[in-house]
């Protein structure tokens, strides 16, 4: 080797050294990781591109700097099987290092990914699954979609003052379900009302018919439905095949069945139905209207669901954390800082509770009406500050 290639040769060994062990870490420091894991294909795919089209705006409204930090989103499909969640939820905390986990599309998903929360001091913000008892399964998780008995209940109280006493509910069959079901059941039946049958479909493709063909033999006065976000379009459908409605038979339930992702699809056989829930795309804020407006404009006029404000709101609960404990410290102290934040979301105004980690919020009786020609969740009643109701006992 020439001396000039030499030099040449150690030049460039000097540079490589220094970035294998300087300019990685340095570059490491400056990133902020969410690992964002979500269905992405499969029956639960309308959350994953829901909740990744929100976080992607939250970031393009809000930068991706935060304290000094670059917020780096790492989103990965766990196609909405448990199995594999947690396995990207360990790689993601092992390999990339994330400083918090997010997403989760369904309860199992959630259940799953708990202990690696737990075990790795990682705050888990639960964008999307909401069964109760999510938020005991680690004292890392904090939640920003809504749980089932909180939206039930306001429904159970509606129903029976409306004329709706005999009721059949039908939910599938795995914990948002359960819990939807018990609580509607409990809260009927303390206001009057009866729950002449409840019946359970399998969570992974169901077929609605043998269980509709029920419903129409018991003649109830209204149908209760909790399907998981995606599925209320087939329900919708074969209840109108059916020909329920001209029965006499009233749907009703929470809003995952007329939810926004398909409502405008289902055609006007879904007018007055009436769904409690938090979050509607027609909810008159301005904070909603420029949401909504910008999530159309981001994404080839999708409207935004339920499960996009949960992952908006999740965002911005990680950015406040990240802005507050100013880059510095690890999980705890990112958890601390997502405990007790209050703020207005285009849902209206949303609360972390501190003790419970779950999401306090206004919960909303709407009906199926149709404006400019679209058909919209139009908002009626409110009850606010709703705490979850599977908390309290
Ligand atoms: C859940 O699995 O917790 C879940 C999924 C979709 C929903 C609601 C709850 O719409």
Redesign the pocket.
Known sequence: MTLMKRRHFSAIALASTALAAGLPALAQDNTFKIGLILPMTGQ?AT?GRQIEAAARLYMAQNGDTVAGKKIQLIVKDDTSLPDVTRRLAQELVVNDKVNVLAGF????S?MATAPIATQSKTPQVVM????SSITQASPYIVRTSFT?PQASVALADWAPKNGLKKIVTLVSD???GLDAEKFFKERLTFNGGQVVEALRVPMRNPDFAPFLQKVRDLKPDALFVFV??GAGAAVMKQFLERGMDKAGIKLIGTG?VT?DDQLNDMGDGALGVVTSHHYSAAHPSAMNKKFVEAFEKANKGLRPN??AVGGYDGMRVIYEALRTTKGQGGGDALLAAMKGQIFESPRGKMFIDAQTRDVVQDIYLRKVEKKDGQLYNVEFDVIKDVKDPGKTR
């Open positions: 639960q959350t599309g369904i309860t199992p959630a999307a699954a909401a069964t089932l795995y914990g948002p998981p976000s995952d939810d339920f499960m």
